[in-house]
């Protein structure tokens, strides 16, 4: 599967309106045509629909994600937030990892400033593989489809 292959993450993100459906779909897009040789990993969790992308098909390795969990907003985030530089301090967190901006609409995402933090987190995440042999193939892998999933009413 590629970037073309969107049928599950569709039926994942239905529960959603429409508004956070096209936010989400869009920021895939914009990540996809930045890397278009990482992995898409795919998790229908039980409060959300979030996807990232790995240079591997490994969670610990990725670099940014995209996590759809009410209908007021979608997270967009850094696995490794806490080790990518915000000069601007617009990433929100203060946990030991992860940190993301929350976006409402499309007009609310800073592009070039997120390209910057992207850039700098898909380095570290590479720097960081355990098997740096792997290839990147560009794979859109379904990792976790919960049974019970808590969705917005």
Excluded at 40 to 54: C, M, P, R
Excluded at 108 to 128: G, H, R
Aim: aromatic share 14%.
């Amino acid at each position: 599967m590629s970037k073309g292959e969107t049928s599950d993450l569709l039926k994942f993100l239905e529960p959603f309106n429409q508004e956070i459906q096209d936010i989400a779909m869009w920021l895939r897009d914009f990540v996809w045509d930045l890397y278009p040789q990482a992995n898409e990993l795919i998790y229908d969790n039980y409060n959300a629909v979030a996807f990232g992308w790995s240079p591997s098909d490994k969670l610990g390795e990725v670099f940014c994600s995209i996590a759809a969990g009410s209908n007021k907003y979608v997270h967009f985030g850094f696995y490794w937030g806490s080790k990518i530089v915000d000069p601007e301090k617009k990433l929100l967190g203060k946990g030991n990892q992860y940190r993301y901006i929350t976006v409402k609409t499309q007009a609310d995402f800073p592009i070039e400033y997120m390209k910057k933090l992207i850039q700098e987190a898909y380095v570290y995440s590479v720097s960081i593989m355990k098997d740096p042999g792997q290839t990147l193939s560009g794979a859109t892998i379904v990792k976790s489809i919960s049974a019970k999933k808590k969705r917005p009413e």
